[in-house]
């Protein structure tokens, strides 16, 4: 089940926020597909992440073998 998180900071700009103590709010989906817009926004040079944390390496794992069964 993915889920995204929202953070209230301008990390936009790049800034990071050491002592950021809350999460805006918390959306739960059911399909990856659903959380695509926001997952590829996280996908900038502002962020940071592993190859395997992008959405299109997830999304053709989870089309191989993540299947519910």
Request: aromatic residues 4%.
């Given at each position: 089940m993915p889920l995204a998180a929202v953070m209230e900071t301008d990390?936009?700009?790049g800034e990071t926020?050491?002592?950021?103590?809350?999460?805006?709010?918390?959306?739960t989906f059911y399909r990856l597909a659903d959380a695509e817009a926001i997952w590829r926004g996280m996908e900038t040079a502002y962020h940071l992440f592993t190859p395997f944390q992008r959405f299109d390496f997830l999304s053709a794992?989870?089309?191989?073998?993540?299947?519910t069964r």
């Open positions: 990390a936009s700009q926020v050491a002592n950021a103590a809350r999460v805006a709010h918390v959306d794992w989870a089309d191989s073998c993540g299947t």
